[in-house]
């Protein structure tokens, strides 16, 4: 509730910020343009034009955008919709894992997504939360299978399945953010969530999201340089 709480105060407070109608329809504004996430946006200083007709003059190496993009929204409906599945998801996984280890999964699927957005889209801003919550969406898939349990019979894996058609389906949504913070939740469920049994150490349950994180972290960083 807390994560859900942030994004929804994040969403208004662009909107009163910029007072623009694109904040509630699902436009750019120049809040979305300062904190949003692209490859080209990390490379090199680029002249964005907002809905608006203003233009904002972006700067190379703003890695905060790693962060900020995943608390970013275009539009009530997009937010609502990340919104609805972090609120399903949530009560799933959390007592699973304990807030703690809850919060770092959450943590290392952004990043996880943030990277694919700088490996596999192109163009312009992406935001959302998406990339997190495909991860979580990931992390109980597998974290079900690990224990024994089909996801398809419990709905969880036909609405992954789902989701991933919408992703490639639908022109105009983030694949990399998608796949990137899908996989990511799939490593860190793979361990995270496995019986105690075959889990292993104790301090793999939150070194495996930390890694995860800070490995999409260095990956985009050595990406841009290379660039």
């Given at each position: 509730?807390?994560?859900?709480?942030?994004?929804?105060?994040?969403?208004?407070?662009?909107?009163?910020?910029?007072?623009?109608?694109?904040?509630?329809?699902?436009?750019?504004?120049d809040?979305?343009?300062?904190?949003?996430?692209?490859?080209?946006?990390?490379?090199?200083?680029?002249?964005?034009?907002?809905?608006?007709?203003?233009?904002?003059?972006?700067?190379?190496?703003?890695?905060?955008?790693l962060?900020?993009?995943?608390?970013?929204?275009?539009?009530?409906?997009?937010?609502?919709?990340?919104?609805?599945?972090?609120?399903?998801?949530?009560?799933m996984?959390?007592?699973?894992?304990?807030?703690?280890?809850?919060?770092?999964l959450?943590?290392?699927?952004?990043?996880?997504?943030?990277?694919?957005v700088v490996?596999?889209?192109?163009?312009g801003?992406?935001?959302?939360?998406?990339?997190?919550?495909?991860?979580?969406?990931?992390?109980?898939?597998?974290?079900?299978?690990?224990?024994?349990?089909?996801?398809?019979?419990?709905?969880?894996g036909a609405?992954?399945?789902?989701?991933?058609?919408?992703?490639?389906?639908?022109?105009?949504?983030?694949?990399?953010?998608?796949?990137?913070?899908?996989?990511?939740?799939?490593?860190?469920?793979?361990?995270?969530?496995?019986?105690?049994y075959?889990?292993?150490?104790?301090?793999?349950?939150?070194?495996?999201?930390?890694?995860?994180?800070v490995?999409?972290?260095?990956?985009?960083?050595?990406?841009?340089?290379?660039?």
């Amino acid at each position: 509730m807390s994560l859900i709480t942030i994004n929804v105060a994040v969403f208004v407070l662009v909107f009163l910020s910029t007072l623009e109608p694109a904040a509630l329809s699902g436009g750019v504004t120049d809040m979305h343009l300062r904190l949003g996430l692209s490859k080209d946006v990390l490379v090199q200083p680029i002249a964005w034009q907002g809905d608006d007709g203003s233009v904002y003059i972006t700067e190379p190496n703003g890695w905060y955008r790693l962060v900020t993009s995943g608390f970013m929204h275009f539009g009530i409906i997009h937010l609502a919709f990340n919104m609805y599945f972090l609120y399903v998801l949530g009560p799933m996984l959390e007592p699973a894992l304990g807030r703690v280890n809850y919060l770092l999964l959450y943590a290392a699927s952004l990043l996880g997504g943030s990277l694919g957005v700088v490996l596999l889209d192109s163009g312009g801003i992406t935001a959302g939360a998406s990339g997190a919550v495909f991860g979580l969406l990931a992390a109980a898939t597998v974290g079900l299978w690990r224990r024994g349990i089909n996801p398809f019979s419990t709905g969880i894996g036909a609405t992954l399945i789902l989701n991933l058609f919408i992703t490639f389906a639908i022109p105009g949504i983030s694949i990399g953010g998608h796949i990137g913070g899908a996989i990511a939740g799939a490593i860190c469920g793979a361990v995270m969530l496995a019986p105690a049994y075959r889990r292993g150490s104790a301090w793999t349950i939150w070194a495996t999201p930390v890694a995860v994180g800070v490995g999409s972290v260095v990956a985009v960083i050595m990406i841009v340089g290379a660039a």
